[in-house]
């Protein structure tokens, strides 16, 4: 069987449905998109037809929208082929869950859903993949951990965190070709880091804390929406270990506002409790969850930027 997956490139979650793919498929064509990228990504597939040479084209951890959602859901040829795995508030409104090849889902009996585990039910109950294999089932316990910040809220578990500073060390293409390997081998009864990938994790976490320490001196602070925001300037990669160093530090901010020029994204973080950021995203033409959201750098975002640095309070 031949298959397409668009699926998001910026955490271990859009990683985890192409590892997913490849222990369910033999044939895996994986598309990295960013936020705000797969309307183009899955519209070059259609304009030139060869999204109806794969047998089932799947979205993961991404929800498409219009136009070309309307345009998948009229194309008989595509009928039964497609299907979206979702997991994000933004996209649980009916204009697109009413689509039968749509599934968004916020939480199911084990708490916050995330894109891999939604995926990896889906193959499940294909019987796509042996549901007694349990160290594919902990590694997307410790992805779904990851993404829904369950790691640090209720569990502390930390090795779900280097689960997410592995795939950081290594890449988009080494992380999946590494993890694919690893749940592979017949021989891998559960999961657990082997000493090169713990030296690898080790090394990253001393890089981490040597930026967020840089980071921390270089912020601006300015009311948005009556909060108290921090904003910096980083590269996009530290984002969420960014964003945990102002809580475990009680930084004096509402939220953070981090500003990542490398993929044009700003990234939303919510500091204290009870802030919710995906109202400041949707501001600037972005969308999220209630305590992590981003949006594009448009040509209006870029002078709204040099205002805060031009108007900036210390």
Known sequence: MKVLLFTHKNDIDGMGNAILAQLAFDEVNYVLCGTFDLTEAVESYYKDGSIY??????????????????????????????????????????????????????????????????????????????HTNEAIKEFVELTRQHDTWEWKNIYNNEKSREL???????????????????????????????????????????????????YADKIYYKEILGMKAGIVFITYEYRNELAEYFRENNFDMDFTMMIALDPGVVAYRSVKEGIHVRPVAELFGGKGHEKAASNPITEEMQTEILKVLTKSEK
């Open 53 to 130: 040479d794969y047998d089932r084209v799947y979205v993961t951890d991404l929800c498409l929208e219009d136009p070309v959602l309307s345009k998948i859901a009229e194309d008989k040829n595509l009928e039964g082929k497609i299907q979206v795995f979702d997991h994000h508030k933004t996209f649980a409104a009916p204009k697109y869950t009413d689509h039968p090849f749509v599934t968004v889902q916020i939480k199911d009996d084990k708490g916050l859903c995330c894109g891999t585990s939604l995926f990896y039910n889906h193959l499940l109950q294909e019987g796509l993949l042996d």
């Open 164 to 214: 997410s500073i592995l795939f950081d060390a290594l890449g988009y293409d080494g992380y999946i070709a590494l993890m694919t390997e690893k749940l592979k081998n017949p021989e891998t009864k559960e999961f657990n880091f082997n000493s090169m990938e713990q030296t690898l994790i080790n090394n990253r976490k001393q890089q981490i804390k040597d930026k967020c320490e840089y």
